[in-house]
């Protein structure tokens, strides 16, 4: 049996896309032969809670500033939590795991795994720490955060056998500590589990008007205010439209405060996958929206949901050329890089609406083709 190791920050009770990409992953894994432990810091006690199964075993802890806009609050929750699981690994006999796999951002997993017996390490990395802190603005290169936060990615970096990011130009990043720390760095597109979901190419009827929905964290990374502008737009344009936000996020309740005049915007918690697939059908356009101070080409996870759904998606995320390929050369719906153009999209929606609906058809495939959670194991495991 192969001993694996997940540490990842977001897990149940949490939803999130971190979450939802580990529980697709586990689903599929424990069709084989696997014994999987969980270490998470998204629990629901102070103290440290563990669940055990045949084929599984939980081991969770709460950090309480864990969604926390504070990004200081959230480190320091992130130290003490991951310090309080240390403390326990020391008293208790664990095995010795055939690998671990780390997902990114929290950088502070370096504190544990010092501690951890394996014989090989993964990180799945994805918001590059503390490069996203100093891309928006939030610290400043080489101040004392910035130092501090460096001492453990590189912490991270030099006890990891494999690091994964999300694509190509993420590696360009990595290459300055690839060959003095040792490491292989290559290309891992988030994934999603589709043996459940079926190929579903239905469309709604008796449109009145465009139901848009957006899926997933509404933070900073997000741009609440440009989502706000495309409300706005379609209001002084007179495009008649409903506006549906399924998830949480730091920048959720300022959100809610703009449109607080507006009738035909509505938001709504986290809901369980089956739910949120159901509410994608009956969507006709699905949103995603990226800061312009992004300087990597993310690629956001509710994105897979969209697409699993044959859904046509509107993507605004500036000068990501790996989600410009991704759209335009699958026709999964429309992409900007411009605020500009984005509004030539939104009415290019209205105006021909029915060759716009016309996208996203292809979705289910090239998910299944290329971001599945069977084409994640293959690399993760080969």
Same mark, same amino acid.
């Given at each position: 049996m192969y001993n694996l190791c997940i540490l990842t920050p977001h897990f149940y009770p949490v939803r999130s896309s971190c979450s939802?990409?580990?529980?697709?992953?586990?689903?599929?894994?424990?069709?084989?032969?696997?014994?999987?432990?969980?270490?998470?810091?998204?629990?629901t006690q102070d103290k440290i809670k563990i669940i055990n199964t045949k084929k599984i075993t939980y081991i969770g802890v709460k950090n309480k500033y864990l969604q926390s806009s504070n990004n200081y609050l959230r480190g320091i929750g992130d130290i003490i939590s991951i310090m309080k699981i240390r403390n326990f690994y020391n008293k208790k006999n664990f095995t010795i795991y055939d690998q671990v796999i780390i997902y990114s951002p929290t950088i502070f997993w370096s504190i544990l795994l010092l501690k951890l017996k394996k014989k090989l390490v993964s990180l799945v990395l994805r918001d590059l720490y503390p490069k996203w802190l100093l891309d928006h603005k939030i610290i400043r290169k080489f101040s004392p955060s910035f130092l501090f936060?460096?001492?453990?990615?590189?912490?991270?970096?030099?006890?990891?056998?494999?690091? *994964?990011?999300?694509?190509? &130009?993420? %590696?360009?990043?990595? #290459?300055?500590?690839?060959?003095? /720390?040792?490491f292989d760095a290559?290309?891992?597109?988030?994934?999603?589990?589709?043996?459940?979901?079926?190929?579903k190419k239905n469309l709604r009827k008796n449109?009145?008007?465009?139901?848009?929905?957006?899926?997933?964290?509404?933070?900073?990374?997000?741009?609440?205010?440009l989502l706000f502008k495309i409300i706005q737009y379609c209001k002084i344009n007179n495009l008649r439209s409903t506006f549906f936000f399924i998830g949480a996020g730091t920048k959720k309740a300022e959100l809610i405060k703009l449109t607080s005049?507006?009738?035909?915007?509505?938001?709504?918690?986290?809901?369980?996958?089956?739910?949120?697939?159901?509410?994608?059908?009956?969507?006709?356009?699905c949103i995603s929206t990226l800061s312009k101070h992004f300087k990597s080409d993310n690629f956001?996870?509710?994105?897979?949901? *969209?697409?699993?759904?044959? &859904?046509? %998606?509107?993507?605004? #995320?500036?000068?990501?050329?790996? /989600?410009?390929?991704?759209?335009?050369?699958?026709?999964?719906?429309?992409?900007?890089?411009?605020?500009?153009?984005?509004?030539?999209?939104?009415?290019f929606i209205f105006s021909n609406f029915d060759l716009f609906k016309k996208n996203g058809c292809s979705g289910y495939d090239v998910a299944k083709k290329y971001f599945s959670s069977k084409t994640a194991i293959e690399i993760l495991f080969k």
């Amino acid at each position: 049996m192969y001993n694996l190791c997940i540490l990842t920050p977001h897990f149940y009770p949490v939803r999130s896309s971190c979450s939802s990409l580990f529980k697709d992953l586990i689903k599929q894994l424990l069709k084989n032969d696997y014994k999987i432990t969980i270490i998470t810091i998204s629990g629901t006690q102070d103290k440290i809670k563990i669940i055990n199964t045949k084929k599984i075993t939980y081991i969770g802890v709460k950090n309480k500033y864990l969604q926390s806009s504070n990004n200081y609050l959230r480190g320091i929750g992130d130290i003490i939590s991951i310090m309080k699981i240390r403390n326990f690994y020391n008293k208790k006999n664990f095995t010795i795991y055939d690998q671990v796999i780390i997902y990114s951002p929290t950088i502070f997993w370096s504190i544990l795994l010092l501690k951890l017996k394996k014989k090989l390490v993964s990180l799945v990395l994805r918001d590059l720490y503390p490069k996203w802190l100093l891309d928006h603005k939030i610290i400043r290169k080489f101040s004392p955060s910035f130092l501090f936060l460096k001492v453990f990615e590189l912490l991270l970096y030099f006890q990891t056998n494999r690091i *994964y990011v999300q694509t190509k &130009k993420d %590696i360009n990043y990595l #290459s300055k500590y690839k060959n003095i /720390l040792n490491f292989d760095a290559s290309v891992l597109y988030n994934w999603i589990y589709l043996d459940n979901l079926l190929n579903k190419k239905n469309l709604r009827k008796n449109r009145k008007h465009i139901r848009f929905l957006f899926v997933g964290v509404l933070g900073l990374a997000q741009d609440h205010d440009l989502l706000f502008k495309i409300i706005q737009y379609c209001k002084i344009n007179n495009l008649r439209s409903t506006f549906f936000f399924i998830g949480a996020g730091t920048k959720k309740a300022e959100l809610i405060k703009l449109t607080s005049n507006f009738k035909n915007v509505f938001f709504f918690e986290e809901i369980q996958l089956n739910k949120l697939d159901n509410a994608i059908q009956k969507c006709d356009v699905c949103i995603s929206t990226l800061s312009k101070h992004f300087k990597s080409d993310n690629f956001p996870g509710k994105i897979l949901r *969209y697409m699993a759904n044959n &859904k046509p %998606i509107l993507v605004h #995320s500036p000068n990501n050329e790996f /989600l410009k390929s991704l759209i335009e050369k699958h026709s999964l719906g429309l992409y900007s890089s411009k605020e500009v153009d984005l509004f030539k999209n939104i009415q290019f929606i209205f105006s021909n609406f029915d060759l716009f609906k016309k996208n996203g058809c292809s979705g289910y495939d090239v998910a299944k083709k290329y971001f599945s959670s069977k084409t994640a194991i293959e690399i993760l495991f080969k």
